[in-house]
């Protein structure tokens, strides 16, 4: 379990492509120096576990599912990526709880960048966009945000320049791929709802209210 709140930037040293999966080599720098083997590290927002540590380098297996539903498949040589270590019993919950399941992919749709902000926009297949709501809890590439306006399977969300500093989504252009993963009580919420009414459907503010939610 994650929080969304990203600790690190770290650099694609490899990834070896195999059939069935892969491995990937990333850089840690000096910025952890008590990892172990077999620890959860959410990259890009993905649950990995570590395989080996040699110096400042870590790998981790990528499953073959990992791939395909991520996009960890495309990353390349001296890539950044956010790195989150798994949350601790204690922890400050600084973000919303985060599984590194990732849902599926997103795709960069647009920036709009004032003084104090940037306003980025994202599209996303029905079969996600059918588990967000405005002011929803959306996890991008790892990072914890707040859906601001969602219309026709696109949202927004406001980045501060803390965010566009310290995480992958300074770097993002339109065009880019990102990981997603919608707030798990969103998708209890549609499966408890598909459940009643028996049949697949979008979540209404009538179905919340009926349910009990709002």
């Known amino acids: 379990m994650f929080t969304g709140i990203i600790e690190h930037l770290a650099s694609v040293k490899n990834l070896s492509l195999k059939a069935g999966g892969g491995e990937l080599f990333l850089d840690f720098s000096d910025f952890y120096n008590d990892l172990t083997l077999g620890e959860s590290i ?8 570590i395989k080996e540590i040699s110096g400042k380098v870590v790998s981790f297996d990528v499953s073959g599912e990992t791939l395909k539903k991520t996009t960890l498949g495309k990353l390349r040589y001296g890539e950044n ?10 922890d400050r919950l600084g973000g919303h709880f985060v599984t590194g399941h990732v849902d599926g992919i997103g795709t960069v749709k647009g920036k709009k960048q004032s003084a104090d902000q940037c306003i980025m926009f994202f ?3 029905k079969g996600l966009a059918d588990m967000m709501i405005e002011k929803g809890s959306i996890a991008i590439d790892g990072i ?6 969602f219309v026709d399977g696109a949202f927004s969300v406001a980045l501060i320049p803390y965010t566009l500093a310290s995480t992958t989504l300074g770097f993002k252009k339109v065009g880019d ?12 919420i549609k499966k408890l709802l598909t459940n ?3 049949r697949k459907t979008g ?4 179905q919340l209210i009926e349910q009990g939610f709002l």
Request: proline letters at 2%.
């Open 42 to 49: 959410a990259v890009n927002g993905t649950c990995l576990t």
């Open 81 to 90: 990526v956010n790195i989150e270590r798994a949350l601790r019993v204690g």
């Open 123 to 125: 599209s996303v297949e």
């Open 144 to 149: 914890s945000l707040t859906i601001v306006d």
């Open 177 to 188: 791929p990102v990981n997603i993963e919608t707030d798990m009580m969103g998708k209890w």
């Open 196 to 198: 009643i009414h028996g």
């Open 203 to 206: 979540i209404t503010q009538e």
